[in-house]
T-cell receptor, first 114, second 114 residues
Framework: NAGVTQTPKFQVLKTGQSMTLQCAQD?????MYWYRQDPGMGLRLIYY???????DKGEVPNGYNVSRLNKREFSLRLESAAPSQTSVYFC?????????????FGDGTRLSIL | AQSVAQPEDQVNVAEGNPLTVKCTYS??????LFWYVQYPNRGLQFLLK??????LVKGSYGFEAEFNKSQTSFHLKKPSALVSDSALYFC????????????FGAGTRLTVKP
């Protein structure tokens, strides 16, 4: 019962490098999300995909891009990493964005930008 | 816009004592309220939710929460704390039907001492 799987779990980058964070869910959920978690700030929404084929900006989208590859997979790309993007990134999914059901989270990717 | 506040960064209780983690919210419509728990190096795990109905909601691991509309609060409670309850707790709110985004509080670190 995997739920939401994120890869990699840890990554260290140099300023200016690019990378893609991968996320996959096996719950047949329509909606998927990318958050970042910083100390004392809770979770902030970067991008979401309400359904397959759609993506939209969240609260803090600058410096990121996303791709909803299919219903299961939703990736987050940093084109030119900056130290301010050092954070823990969480992918989540839910039945539908507007439903009263909870979101399900992966275990996160811990990203350090030097 | 919806907002949620967790007024305490840290809560310390002795094992066996009751615990309360506080949450207040602000919405324009009907609040969908959620509590999540995060253990070290893990993602958020859903504990319980309030959508409508009884003000006292029961969830996983013996936790419960009380919805108070007049005080716009949704405090998490447990009658007898365990050392294993030590974790980071997040309150979240969605403003139905005005906003489909889930807004998270900054988190409260609960420490239960033996």
């Amino acid at each position: 019962n995997a739920g939401v799987t994120q890869t990699p779990k840890f990554q260290v980058l140099k300023t200016g490098q690019s990378m893609t964070l991968q996320c996959a869910q096996d719950m047949n959920h329509n909606s998927m999300y990318w958050y970042r978690q910083d100390p004392g700030m809770g979770l902030r929404l970067i991008y979401y995909s309400a359904s397959e084929g759609t993506t939209d900006k969240g609260e803090v989208p600058n410096g990121y891009n996303v791709s909803r590859l299919n219903k299961r997979e939703f990736s987050l790309r940093l084109e030119s990493a900056a130290p301010s993007q050092t954070s823990v990134y969480f992918c989540a999914s839910s039945v539908d964005r507007g439903s009263n059901q909870p979101q399900h989270f992966g275990d996160g990717t811990r990203l350090s930008i030097l | 816009a919806q907002s949620v506040a967790q007024p305490e960064d840290q809560v310390n209780v002795a094992e066996g004592n009751p615990l309360t983690v506080k949450c207040t919210y602000s919405v324009s419509g009907n609040p969908y309220l959620f509590w999540y728990v995060q253990y070290p190096n893990r993602g958020l795990q859903f504990l319980l939710k309030y959508i409508t109905g009884d003000n006292l909601v029961k969830g996983s691991y013996g936790f419960e929460a009380e919805f108070n509309k007049s005080q716009t609060s949704f405090h998490l409670k447990k009658p007898s704390a365990l050392v294993s309850d030590s974790a980071l707790y997040f309150c979240a709110v969605r403003d139905d039907p005005y906003n489909n985004d889930m807004r998270f509080g900054a988190g409260t670190r609960l420490t239960v001492k033996p």
